[in-house]
């Protein structure tokens, strides 16, 4: 795990928050590496991205700004705060969709090590999560392509769904294509054969520019 340190230089937590995280990273076999240790205003999302940080440590008393907590939200970099109780109010949105740790002030390396492994593991179940999220939304496109289709079929030859999803499932087969791009081909047959049927309306005129059909 690639680490970054953003801390305040006006605490005198400073010091010994970066000598606890070294004693952590230097250990051999741990599989973490101190990339950077700067006061959190020198600290940007554009220079974790380029140093592949994957987790960012916020130094007790170390606020981001607004902007700041925006860059780090559009980011995976996963994060753990030192701080009391009482003020950690402010990463309360960030934690609700980011992986974030919180930790008392003044932690030991030991208390470090399992924060660390606790990010880790909200790291994976995100990840996991997306993953799961982006086959759940294909599979739902997929879908309305297929029922699109199928409402096509059924509409031009009279045939039961049924019937329409089985002919779509044969030409899959017999095309060594998808069903889904079988029924997208036939969307787009749809839309160039019968433009009006399908929300369009021919003209001459296109963004503002006169077609010459001869030249067409």
């Not at 960030?94 to 790291?123: D, N």
Request: charged fraction near 25%; hydrophobic fraction near 40%.
């Amino acid at each position: 795990m690639r680490i970054w340190l953003a801390s305040d230089p006006n605490s005198a937590d400073s010091g010994c928050l970066e000598d606890a995280l070294r004693q952590v990273t230097d250990q051999p076999g741990e599989g973490h590496t101190l990339v950077g240790a700067r006061p959190i205003c020198h600290t940007s999302a554009g220079d974790l991205r380029a140093q592949q940080v994957e987790t960012l440590v916020i130094g007790d008393g170390a606020l981001l700004n607004d902007s700041g907590l925006a860059e780090l939200m559009e980011t995976d970099i996963t994060i753990l705060v030192v701080t009391t109780a009482e003020h950690c109010d402010r990463y309360q949105a960030l934690a609700q969709v980011h992986p974030l740790w919180f930790i008392p002030p003044r932690p030991t390396p030991e208390a470090l090590r399992l924060a660390l492994g606790g990010l880790a593991g909200c790291s994976q179940r995100q990840s996991r999560w997306k993953t799961e999220l982006v086959g759940l939304q294909q599979r739902l496109n997929d879908r309305i392509v297929i029922e699109r289709a199928k409402g096509i079929l059924v509409q031009r030859l009279a045939i039961s769904e049924e019937e329409a999803y089985k002919r779509l499932r044969v030409s899959s087969r017999r095309q060594r294509r998808q069903i889904r791009d079988i029924a997208q081909s036939l969307i787009d047959t749809q839309a160039l054969l019968l433009p009006e049927q399908n929300g369009y309306v021919e003209h001459s005129l296109v963004e503002g520019f006169e077609v010459n059909e001869s030249e067409v």
